[in-house]
Structure formats: C-alpha cells, structure tokens
C-alpha cells in the first residue's frame, strides 16, 4: 500500500497536482497533507494528502471540511490522459443485460469518473432469494482497500428502489 500511494502522490504531482491539505480551525492546526477521516474499512483520504494505511483513497476536489485545496484533480489528469469512455449506461433504459451462467449473473466495469452510475438489467428465473455482492479490484496481499466507494441500489424497471445498500 505505501509504494503504491506513494507512486499515486508523486505521479499527481507530475501532471500539475498540489497537496490536499486543512486550514486551521479553533480547535486545530493547518497542516500541507491531510490525514483523512475514518477508522478501518471506513476509512479514507486524498491521494494528495497522506493517504497511508487508508482503507480507500481518491483524487479530490477539496471535498472535506476544512481544505485548503479546491482544485479538481481528476479534471487536471484528465487533461493530460484523457477520460475513459463510460462503459456501462447509467440508467435503466441503457442498462447493460446480465445473463445467467452456472447460476451466477456477472460482470465487471470500471468507474472512470466520480459519480459513474453504471446500472445493470437482469431477469430472474424463479420467485427466490438474490444476493448481491458488489466487490472492487483489489490485491490479494499487502492492501486495505479497492479505492472505491461503492452504493448499490436495487431497483425496478421504472427506477423504483426496492432495496438500499445499508452503508450509501
């Protein structure tokens, strides 16, 4: 997890990027390189901060309290790499069609930018119980965290939720 922050960080700084950090508050200090928030699984930083030891770490935009650093950073990277197209559509119209093989609807996708809704179409065979796990890439070994914040939402055909993720 170190290396790999530390090469994110570094590699942010090589397209333009500046720390994320905290102004100074009644209560505390300011300091170049915010920490995050959080404890274990629900925890987080920016990437520009100190991200070390976080269960999930980002790109920001100066989306915490207190920041001192507002630019968007994924926008700056995406103007030296570019933007991967969306792969999956983002509503149920344009939903991508899940089959079922050996008992299991899958598929992958990745998450190019923040706030991707990618939304999946599946018919079950039978009236029974679904179960729905959600995972991010992550390595086997030597990592806390996929760097995604996932919510599922299981809805109807007409967008009607019928079941929220418990943590969205």
Known sequence: DVVAEACSHELGHNLGLSHDGVVATASTAASS?????????????????????????????????????FEDDLTIIAGFLGRRPDDHGNNASTATALTL??????????????????????????????????????????????NLDIRANLTTPSGIRIIADPQS
């Open 33 to 69: 390189y915010y920490a995050g928030a959080g404890a274990g699984d629900r925890s987080w930083a920016p990437i520009m901060g100190v991200a070390y030891g976080r269960a999930v770490t980002k790109f920001s935009s100066g989306d915490y309290p207190n920041a001192n650093n």
């Open 101 to 146: 093989v050996n008992g299991a609807y899958t598929a992958t996708g990745i998450v190019g930018l923040a706030g991707d809704i990618d939304c999946f179409a599946l018919t079950l065979p039978s009236a029974g119980v679904l179960t729905i796990a959600v995972s991010p890439f992550r390595s086997d070994t030597n990592t806390r965290g996929g």
